[in-house]
């Protein structure tokens, strides 16, 4: 696990995104959390521009983050457009 991303801020994500600290497993927590990965990646690639390996995490990351939000749009497009709008995606 990075270190960036601490157990208290892994719960408070859930708490927010999920409804509970322990709810990992819905699509909007998870798609939360890899927002916020994707987020502390991208300021790390600002300054260490020859992390390749980084780079291909964050590369894989988006295109996960992006199947888990195609998957809540065919499921529910009321609730993909509120997490959209919660986290600033697609501006």
């Known amino acids: 696990m ?45 300054v260490n521009r020859k992390d390749y390996s980084c780079q291909r995490a964050l590369l894989m990351m988006v295109g996960k983050r992006k199947r888990l939000l195609n998957y809540l749009a065919k499921k529910d497009i009321v609730a993909y457009r509120a997490l959209i709008e919660k986290l600033g995606l697609r501006k």
Request: charge should be positive.
């Open 2 to 46: 990075a270190v960036y991303l601490s157990p208290e801020k892994r719960k408070e994500i859930y708490k927010e995104f999920g409804g509970s600290d322990a709810n990992s497993g819905s699509t909007a927590s998870q798609v939360a959390l890899f927002t916020y990965r994707i987020k502390e990646l991208s300021k790390h690639l600002k």
